[in-house]
């Protein structure tokens, strides 16, 4: 695969120096910060839909991304396991740290990136195969666990995605027979079934009715026990029901991040306040 | 005054409104029948050729002096209508050539159409895909008979007659792999489609869970446009078993039962080629064979479009 990664120091920036390949100032990436960015910068084409970003985001707890629309979130999201090399003309500069993996780096391997890196979608997109085969999607693709192993794990990973007693009667079925907010629970099991450390979340309730996105939320605040979790969201409410910390931007760039009561109580920024309590975006 | 000629406006609008509306409503009807006549006209067609058929070849086998049956015909593995002291009218060999020659270019065309389309949809750059679609219509435009001859002259003696002597002028290796090349373009623009049609999403998903390019086609892409591929393949070879051109011109004109494709042979439609062009008297029995040929071509066109519909049916039941 070509790498559609180029590191371009922007000259502009001055905040762009950390992306200057100099690793011996660079601060060791600590375990408890599972994301670590440093004056990171995305463009698609010409247009540049972030700068200089520098944000941690720490194990095992769930940080909510939230900001107008336009304002780059989903974007670097998408950098996160590198989803944005499937667009022409997506590239970034800047570092982004994962679990210690130099994400940005050409010699990358995305696969194993990916692996350990979950994504969940904001419409639900299971494939059109049975609930098990779906679920099996992953581990079969890596080859990480044998027949019997596969049955346990795919009934591990619907148990963790609370899904597991509502379909375990069907589980050769397809998973379009499922409902909306069943469809995403399914999508989140195919993704905690390859045993990821970072779980990417896209407006994962935005397609979704109020009672399944009641239950979606209930879940993610289950599984930040095991994993990392990213969540951009355009609700407010959601963002503060489920996360623990908060980062917002506008306009491409980070505006405020923190804990989460402390972004929607008491905002340093008064772009953050009029944002949360609802005068803009 | 201009209270007057406001009023007088007004009863104006009004009336050309009550002409228009009933205009309309004229316009409308009169469209609806006109669409529907049309319409009809193609429903009476089809039913027109199956009378034709059916009577014709009721007359085959019911004609006096015929010696013909239904379970002869069906079940004969001789077929020689012109020659001989005693014709036998026995269809097995005919469809067997269709059979010999449709397979040929189904195991030539279903394979290589099927990556070429995987490979437009899934890996080629836009550019590239628009390039070789463009080739794909000339292709697609170019008339059977150019197919036939291409056999005859190119297929035949460059490709085929080097590897074994054993291929005749007439073959059905070489008839097999035109009529291949012909349905190319059908299998391939039609899958194409059913490729494209895969959302997204689902590609999106599966890279999202570690899949190289390779995996996300096999995996997902391929499977979830199985029923639109399964239908072009069924399309191009219905097209195939009808083709007449190339066998006419490059199958050969002996009809005998043999799964040899160096041998020549007669399909279904070459032989009705055959009969019409001359050698038979107008309403002899040879003349009348045809008709019970072309009703069996048809029962065999009709019989696989409606198996194609009904696996695909249950296909869709299952994933949705």
């Given amino acids: 695969m070509m790498p559609t990664v180029i590191q371009i120091p922007s000259p502009v920036d001055p905040s762009a120096e ?8 660079e601060p060791a990436v600590s375990m408890a910060k599972a994301i670590q960015l440093r004056g990171f910068s995305a463009w698609y084409s010409a247009h540049q839909v972030l700068s200089a970003v520098d944000l941690d ?16 979130k989903s974007t670097l999201l998408r950098w996160m396991n590198r989803m944005n090399d499937t667009i022409l003309g997506a590239r970034a500069s800047g570092s982004l740290h994962l679990h210690g993996l130099q994400v940005l780096s050409p010699d990358l391997d995305v696969v194993d990136l990916r692996r350990r890196v ?26 990480q666990y044998g027949r019997t192993d596969l049955e346990e794990l795919v009934e591990q990973s619907l148990r963790s995605s609370a899904l597991w007693t509502e379909v375990k009667d069907r589980l050769h079925r397809s998973a379009l027979g499922l409902s909306g907010g069943q469809q995403q629970r399914l999508c ?23 009672r399944s996105t009641a239950s979606i939320e209930e879940l993610i605040r289950e599984l930040r026990e095991t994993y990392t979790i990213v969540i951009v969201t355009h609700n407010m409410q959601q963002a503060s029901r489920v996360s623990d910390t908060t980062a917002f931007f506008d306009e491409g760039r980070l505006i405020e991040t923190g804990e989460t009561d402390e972004v929607f109580t008491a905002p340093r920024e008064r772009r953050t306040e009029d944002y949360v309590s609802g005068r803009f975006g | 005054m201009t209270a007057i000629a406001a009023r007088a406006a ?6 050309g409104r009550v002409r228009g509306v009933a205009f309309r409503r004229f316009y409308e009807r009169l469209l609806h029948f006109g669409l529907l006549g049309l319409t009809l006209l193609s429903v009476l067609t089809t039913v027109a050729i199956i009378v034709v058929l059916v009577k014709e070849s009721g007359g085959f086998f019911f004609m006096e002096g015929s010696e013909v049956t239904f379970v002869s015909f069906f079940t004969g593995t001789v077929w020689s209508p012109l020659l001989g002291a005693k014709p036998q009218y026995g269809v097995l060999p005919l469809v067997g050539g269709t059979v010999l020659v449709t397979s040929i270019a189904g195991l030539f065309a279903l394979p290589i159409g099927l990556l070429t389309a995987v490979f437009l949809s899934e890996y080629a750059s836009p550019r590239t895909r628009m390039l070789l679609k463009a080739i794909l219509e000339v292709l697609a435009g170019i008339p059977t008979v150019v197919y036939g001859f291409f056999a005859l002259t190119f297929i035949t003696p460059y490709l085929l007659q080097p590897l074994s002597d054993r291929f005749g002028t007439y073959n059905a290796m070489g ?10 373009p059908i299998v391939c623009s039609l899958s194409e489609d059913a490729l494209r049609g895969v959302p997204q999403s689902l590609r999106d998903g599966a890279y999202a869970l570690g899949s190289t390019k390779f995996d996300v086609t096999a995996r997902v892409v391929v499977p979830a446009g199985l029923s639109g591929i399964v239908a072009a393949f069924l399309l191009a070879l219905t097209r195939a078993i009808g083709e007449t051109m190339i066998v006419a011109l490059a199958a ?66 299952e994933y949705e």
Wanted: proline share 7%; glycine share 8%; hydrophobic share 50%.
């Fill in chain 1, 18 to 25: 950390g992306a200057t390949p100099d690793r011996a100032s």
């Fill in chain 1, 57 to 72: 985001i720490a194990a095992n707890r769930v940080c909510a991304l939230i900001g107008p629309s336009g304002c780059g």
């Fill in chain 1, 118 to 143: 979950g994504m969940v979608f904001q419409k639900p997109n299971p494939f059109p195969k049975s609930i098990f085969d779906n679920v099996a999607f992953g581990p079969r693709l890596h080859r």
């Fill in chain 1, 188 to 210: 989140i099991a195919r993704a905690i079934a390859v045993d990821p450390e970072v779980l990417l979340m896209d407006e994962p309730c935005s397609a979704l009715d109020p």
């Fill in chain 2, 10 to 15: 007004a009863e104006l609008a009004q009336r």
């Fill in chain 2, 175 to 184: 008839a097999g792999i035109a009529v291949g090349i012909m349905i190319l």
């Fill in chain 2, 252 to 317: 050969g004109g002996l009809a005998q039962l043999t799964a040899n494709p160096a041998e020549q042979v007669q399909t279904m439609t070459a032989y009705m080629v055959q009969i019409f062009l001359g050698d038979a008297p107008a309403n002899g029995i040879e003349y009348r064979s045809s008709y019970a040929v072309a009703m069996t071509l048809f029962a065999i066109t009709f019989v696989m479009t409606w198996t194609g519909a009904l696996v695909l049916k249950r296909y869709r039941e």
